[in-house]
């Protein structure tokens, strides 16, 4: 689980401004500034601890530098956590959202602190997990997917949140612009990729509320005997679209026991222990307590895999182009040269 650290110089921001602002928001902070951490996990919004005498409160605002034009909208992201908070109780609530530049040079919110375990690349010292545990666990993950998708978006005032029919031409679209943009000359261009997704695009099988990087390392667990998921984190891509892309998205960061060595390389979240749900089984169990037909699933899985390059793309271009120091990012263009292989190898399997 990652531990809030020293904030990286880059990242910086004056403890003492928001301080005075969230007061006239949030009572009972006191007089005194908190004392300011950042997670070093994640690789877009930027996230922080402000621990006061008596409680811990979360910070969120976007990177400085380059970014995509519909990105980090923080407005949107705290409008959505609060309008799902009373009909999908897993999510922060929200405390204050501000957007005086005078405070932080730009748009972020504040939310309460959700105290449990996250699992990121390897378990917590000292934790173990059975194979029925992972299991049990996988199931859940699957579950709460579930649940996500089933909410009202009518009841939960977030009808308008994304454009609705059409969703799977626009990401498509969508992300091989992105992609293109931010190329640099050390990865392929993706053009048989993108022009196989392009050409095999299903028909949507509905429009539900998605979170759009739903993972296993954005979940909150209640803590290691029980491993109950009470929070959803990052909802900043959050909208309106087809699950099954949201499941190729989900599944292409599960990487499970027997890939090669690239993927392992690549692991994030502790899917590869022996009980955890395959890829395959994690899509069926979702198709089974859906009631969704996932017809050829190779579409999802390349589109998530491509979708993923992408992101890495952008954020290794804000780091050659020295909008970002962040180590993290400086070799994920190699990342990106094996999905464009792994994508072609998944399609050349149709035409055997």
Request: with cysteine; proline share 6%; hydrophobic share 40%.
């Amino acid at each position: 689980m990652n531990a809030p650290v020293e904030v990286r110089k880059e990242d910086a921001f004056d403890a003492g401004a928001v301080h005075a602002w969230l007061r006239g928001k949030v009572e009972g902070l006191g007089a005194e500034p908190p004392h300011v951490r950042q997670f070093p996990g994640g690789a877009s919004n930027l996230t922080y601890q402000l621990t006061y005498p008596d409680r811990e409160l979360i910070l969120r605002r976007p990177p400085a530098g380059h970014k995509a034009a519909s990105a980090h909208d923080m407005r949107r992201e705290y409008r959505v956590q609060h309008a799902l908070k009373p009909v999908f109780p897993y999510v922060p609530r929200m405390l204050a959202f501000g957007d005086d530049p005078a405070v932080l040079g730009g748009d972020f919110y504040v939310m309460e602190k959700l105290d449990g375990l996250i699992l990121r690349g390897d378990l917590p010292p000292g934790m173990t997990l059975s194979p029925a545990q992972a299991r049990e666990l996988s199931g859940k993950v699957v579950d709460r997917l579930v649940d996500l998708h089933a909410v009202d978006v009518g009841k939960a005032g977030l009808a308008d949140l994304g454009k609705g029919a059409g969703y799977v031409e626009r990401q498509i679209r969508g992300w091989s612009e992105r992609y293109v943009a931010a190329r640099t000359d050390n990865v392929g261009d993706f053009a048989e990729v993108r022009e196989w997704l392009a050409a095999n695009q299903p028909g949507e099988v509905g429009i539900c509320l998605i979170h759009n990087d739903y993972r296993l390392d954005n979940l909150v667990l209640d803590g290691p005997a029980t491993l109950n998921i009470t929070g959803v984190l990052d909802w900043e891509m959050a909208t309106l679209g087809d699950p099954l892309m949201e499941l190729g998205s989900m599944l292409a960061y599960w990487v499970q026991d027997g890939d090669d060595d690239a993927m392992h390389a690549s692991r994030r979240q502790p899917t590869h222990l022996p009980g955890m749900f395959t890829r395959e089984e994690f899509v069926a169990r979702y198709a089974e307590k859906t009631g969704l037909a996932v017809g050829d699933w190779r579409f999802y899985e390349v589109y998530g895999l491509f979708r993923l390059a992408a992101v890495l793309q952008q954020l290794y271009r804000r780091y050659r182009d020295g909008a970002t120091r962040n180590p993290a990012f400086k070799d994920f263009w190699q990342f990106v040269a094996y999905l464009d292989w792994r994508c072609r190898e998944i399609i050349a399997k149709g035409r055997a």
